[in-house]
């Protein structure tokens, strides 16, 4: 058996970053995470992708609290190719929004590419 400790994805500060410009307009800072191993963390928000198409954005608290999103979390899961955390404050309303604004993000151009 192997300890889960040897297992775990580098931390996030060396993880790449990409900025992706959400419905509103506003830019955000996604850090990549590992899809084979990704877990879902206590007060961390995240994008799951399909190239540059949102499959599912939200926390831990929506897959927990909130069955659609936990459904739609499922199926994002199986057909994603790509996973990110995203940086949020503590405010519950400014998290709600950013929720909102981040499924209907895209990558900024310069970065489409890549």
Do not use: K
């Not at 459904?71 to 950013?98: N, P, W």
């Amino acid at each position: 058996m192997v300890p889960s400790l040897e297992r775990q994805s580098p931390p996030l500060a060396a993880a790449p970053t990409m900025r992706w410009r959400g419905r509103s307009g506003r830019q955000y800072t996604l850090r990549a995470a590992r899809l084979d191993d990704f877990a879902l963390r206590n007060n961390a928000l995240y994008l799951v992708a399909r190239g540059s198409l949102v499959l599912w954005a939200g926390s831990s608290d929506d897959v927990i609290h909130d069955a659609n999103s936990r459904a739609r979390f499922r199926l994002a899961i199986d057909c994603a190719d790509r996973v990110f955390e995203v940086e949020a404050g503590a405010d519950q309303v400014e998290r709600m929004t950013a929720v909102w604004d981040l499924e209907g993000a895209e990558p900024l151009p310069e970065q489409a590419a890549a």
